[in-house]
């Protein structure tokens, strides 16, 4: 099939953004609901959740503009990802303060909060959004390189916090006795206000505990406060946006943190349940397995890429939560295995085949004008081409004048039946450049 003129697969970059904002949009909202009674500082919870939402959107969208306008044609543009990481970048802040923490620090709570995620907004948007680009690909996800960048001076406040010295994952986990580490989690995570006027039932019951781990966290990323909530959108997400959202990953990660717990409860012993439901479901873990691992721009192209990523993100994760009492590890984790994809795109590229595949196409609709912007690196091209061919990195290679890569690439197989160009929600003419890249092969022999 030769795509017609445009006509297109429905996706679109935009409409994928937007569909990725609904989410997010989603649990913002359940996340204020859910912590609107809590005061912390003499603020809402909720209402500081909210807020932070509104300042990251707003810090991003204002820098994206005028970033663009500094950049020129080297900046677009592009306010739905703008919005989509000022919203990831505030419910990926920690907010709220561990029964145990002595005194209150500032960048865990309004209004100082509200100054360092627009700091971090800054930062990702300028170095590891635009400058970052500039390198042809985005090595590291913005927003967790930005966090990390910003609160690196309270490393041993916020990222390996003092409120946590009491746990020790180095040792059996029981519900036995007020200091066991179920009972650290309840009363962590549990409602602060029931926390202090001792309402909660120390050591709790499993069901108690794994009620406040699924349904209402009160301290951590306000993006994971309800796992559940998490879980159930990410999987609506995953659903309407199948084809271009790396779901892989996200499998790979929950499926190897869940391993990984087995593994250590069978080594330190304990209960396997608590191990394992503190692994999974703390806020930054869920959170960032459906909506920060999957970011297309620094993640691998190939299934078989994804799959090793979301397993190296997993162990890593456990690793560093275990022996670093760092709770929160999954970020700098995914950080490492971002540093990676360059090598993985490499891993499970599909066979070519000089024999056409039969493949159903998304449903095609009918587009008045066409945008193109820069690929997101969704891999949708490769899943559709009916020679295994993969024809973006094909076009990276036309565009780096590799011969040797291009060859190395089957591009001669290539018969121009535009399917790549039809799914890419970029909008690249994938065809074109690989048939550009397969005349330049007949050129050089």
């Not at 912390?40 to 909720?46: I, M």
Request: charged share 15%; glycine share 8%.
């Amino acid at each position: 099939m030769v795509s017609k003129l445009k006509e297109y697969s429905g996706m679109t970059r935009s409409k994928l953004m937007g569909y990725t904002l609904i989410a997010l949009v989603i649990l913002s909202v359940i996340s204020s609901i859910i912590w609107w009674p809590v005061n912390q500082s003499g603020w809402s919870l909720g209402l500081t959740v909210a807020l932070t939402c509104i300042i990251s959107v707003g810090v991003a969208v204002a820098l994206d503009y005028l970033l663009s306008l500094i950049m020129k044609s080297k900046g677009p543009v592009n306010t739905m990802s703008a919005t989509v990481f000022g919203m990831i970048v505030a419910l990926s802040y920690s907010f709220g303060i561990p029964r145990a923490a002595r005194s209150e620090l500032s960048p865990l709570t309004a209004p100082e909060a509200f100054v360092y995620v627009a700091v971090i907004v800054a930062v990702g948007m300028i170095i590891f959004k635009k400058l970052q680009s500039l390198l042809g690909r985005k090595y590291v996800n913005p927003a967790a390189a930005a966090k990390l960048l910003v609160l690196l001076p309270f490393v041993h406040d916020i990222l390996l916090p003092r409120a946590h010295a009491r746990t020790v994952l180095t040792a059996p986990l029981t519900y036995e006795g007020t200091n066991s580490f179920a009972s650290f989690l309840q009363s962590c995570y549990g409602n602060p206000v029931l926390v202090r006027q001792g309402a909660y039932t120390l050591p709790p019951s499993p069901a108690d505990l794994f009620s406040t781990l699924l349904l209402t966290k009160y301290h951590g990323w306000p993006g994971g406060a309800s796992s559940f909530a998490v879980i159930i959108v990410g999987i609506g997400l995953f659903l309407v946006a199948r084809r271009y959202i790396k779901w892989r990953i996200t499998l790979s990660y929950l499926a190897t943190v869940t391993v990984m717990s087995l593994i250590l409860t069978a080594v330190y012993g304990g209960e396997a349940f608590l191990r394992l439901g503190f692994h999974l479901f703390i806020g930054s873990s869920i959170f960032l397995a459906f909506f920060m691992a999957t970011d297309p721009a620094t993640t691998p192209l190939t299934g078989l890429g994804q799959g090793i990523f979301g397993l190296g993100l997993g162990i890593i994760t456990v690793l560093i939560q275990t022996y670093m009492n760092f709770l929160g590890g999954s970020f700098i984790a995914l950080l490492i295995m971002n540093l990676t994809s360059p090598l993985l795109d490499k891993v499970g590229l599909p066979e070519p085949t000089e024999a056409k595949r039969e493949l159903k196409l998304p449903k095609a609709q009918r587009f008045e004008t066409i945008k193109v912007a820069q690929c997101i690196r969704c891999g949708a091209c490769i899943a559709f081409c009916c020679h295994n061919l993969s024809p973006i990195q094909i076009k990276e290679a036309f565009d780096n004048e590799n011969m040797e890569m291009i060859r190395k690439l089957r591009a001669d197989l290539c018969d121009g039946c535009g399917h790549c160009s039809y799914v890419c929600p970029a909008r690249i003419d994938l065809r074109s450049f690989v048939l550009k890249a397969k005349a330049s092969l007949r050129a050089a022999k």
